[in-house]
């Protein structure tokens, strides 16, 4: 990129390695290393969670904050595993046991508005020049979560130009309006266009009215978010900045995921390597031998993720010879659900709980990642899948649809297919893919040929980076 750097301070509430509940952390732990290779200098503004502060032993303190929702608050600064870290130090909002969102009844913390405000305050006071030699041209918020960080940037008159990006719509950080003042929102803010919804204050909202700039995380999902079956109810803020919005996909960390030296997997040298890792993966799940795919999902169990079609249609799935094993966790429903069905049947193996090196043995060891989103912003399993040669069978969705070539009569004898795409989401579509799938899988070499052209398909970062890096360089551009 022509140009001196562009330096930007990345706003989220999760980022690998320090802290993840999801795909969110994957990227924005992803971002910095794959867009400093464009000129791009990003900071990473992240909570103190208990998680977080175990890496800043060694931080150093830039930025008091004598009273933030209650109490001092402080700002750390580090490099820590490549990662230019800020974290906001305050014990008061953050050093809370479990889940960073969820108290113990699994409902969420109750002054998460304020948690999560308190972030942006700092983010706009970063914008507005905190911190000794180090100001941003872009703020990047993400999510809810960052969400007013553009608002107050905006209201404080900071030159800094702001980005949101919407990981997923369904979370939008509404909370009382009688809470807004102590949210620091301007009366003349509290309305439509602004960060008022029905009635109520929106963070997601009021980020994406005040953004510069809107991305989401698939060009697909940028045009769903804009109907109402798949904006749940932001869809006429994003039809109103339809100019401003833009969807660019997510990638993998392919040394992370890198199938011929993967670190948690043992067995696997190459593609012919998948036979041994199929193996150690039923030893380990306790699943017997058949001649059918070994089907993986590593998921939150949510309603969003398709589960549900998924119980529905796995009759079609052993029948023909086939199996499952699931890691998960999250609805009490779904995992018990899931629980019961392995207890009857041998060919499903579920485990509940979140394990990352579980995780990488069997997107190793499958035959195929299941992927049933009733929508999917983006998604990073199905293309976890692809390179390790792992065909995924995906709802045709979000970024599903851009993601994988479907195996269709026009594609096959192309040689271009890189899995299984089905619409609509409903059990009776999914049941039909799994049908192919079996089908596909006893065709040895088609399925070779399948395998080859997932594995080749690119799933890094290197071309997102550079539309990311030509947002923010058209921002500083236009100041
Ligand atoms: P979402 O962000 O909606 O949860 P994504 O597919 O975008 O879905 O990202 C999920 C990320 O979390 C992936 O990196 C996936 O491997 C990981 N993940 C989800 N559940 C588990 C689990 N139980 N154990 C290990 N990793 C998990």
């Known amino acids: 990129m022509a140009g001196r750097e562009v330096k930007v301070l990345s706003v989220t509430s999760e980022c690998v390695p320090f802290i993840k509940t999801g795909g969110l952390a994957d990227v924005a732990g992803a971002l910095p290393g794959a867009l400093a290779a464009e000129g791009v200098e990003m900071r990473t503004l992240l909570p103190g969670y208990p998680a977080v502060m175990e890496f800043m032993k060694d931080a150093e303190k830039v930025y008091e904050l004598k009273e933030l929702y209650g109490a001092a608050a402080w700002l750390l600064s ?99 309006a009688i809470r807004a003042v102590a949210l620091d929102i301007a009366a003349e803010d509290f309305h439509a266009d602004g ?28 045009e769903e978010l804009m109907r109402p079956e798949f904006g749940m109810g932001m869809d006429g803020v994003l039809r109103r900045r339809r100019n401003d919005l833009q969807g660019i996909l997510n990638g993998i960390d392919t040394t992370v995921w890198s199938p011929e030296d993967d670190p948690m997997v043992q ?39 398709g589960l549900d079609l998924l119980l529905e249609a796995l009759p079609a799935l052993i029948g023909a010879g086939g199996q499952l094993a699931l890691l998960g966790s999250g609805s009490a429903e779904l995992e018990q659900a899931f629980l019961a069905t392995a207890a009857d049947e041998p060919n499903v193996a579920v485990k509940i709980g979140y394990d ?8 190793a060891g499958g035959d195929a990642i299941l992927v049933p989103s009733r929508f999917e912003p983006c998604g990073l399993t199905q293309m976890m899948g692809l390179r390790y040669g792992t065909v995924p069978v995906v709802a045709l969705t979000g970024g599903l649809a851009d993601t994988v070539i479907p195996a269709t009569p026009a594609t096959m004898p192309k040689g271009l297919a890189t899995g299984i795409q089905f619409a609509p989401v409903t059990a009776s579509a999914l049941t039909g893919a799994l049908t192919k799938l079996t089908t596909l899988y006893a065709d040895q070499k088609a399925w070779a040929k399948i395998q080859r052209n997932a594995m080749a398909h690119p799933v890094g970062w290197d071309s997102s ?13 236009a100041s």
């Open 78 to 176: 580090a490099k820590v595993e490549g990662i230019e870290l800020l974290v906001l130090d305050a014990p008061h909002l953050f050093a809370r046991p479990g889940n960073i969102y969820l108290s113990s009844h699994n409902r969420d913390w109750a002054d998460n508005a304020e948690r999560f405000a308190a972030l942006c305050q700092v983010a706009c006071d970063i914008a507005g020049g905190a911190l000794d030699g180090w100001t941003p041209d872009v703020v990047h918020a993400h999510d809810w979560q960052g969400g007013m960080a553009p608002y107050y940037i905006a209201r404080s008159g900071a030159q800094a130009k702001t980005v949101l990006t919407i990981h997923n719509i369904a979370f939008q950080g509404i909370a009382p």
């Open 195 to 222: 960060v008022e919804y029905w009635g109520q204050v929106s963070a997601l909202k009021a980020g994406l009215n005040y953004a510069d700039r809107l991305t989401t995380v698939s060009p697909t999902y940028a």
């Open 267 to 305: 067995n696997y040298k190459s593609p012919r390597g998948k036979a041994k890792n199929k193996e150690g993966l039923r030893q380990e799940f306790d699943l017997p031998e058949t001649d059918g795919p070994l089907c993986v999902v590593i998921t939150r169990m949510t309603e969003q993720k």
């Open 356 to 363: 990352e090196a579980l995780s990488h043995r069997m997107v």
């Open 465 to 477: 980076a550079k539309e990311y890096a030509a947002l923010y360089q058209s921002l500083v551009d």
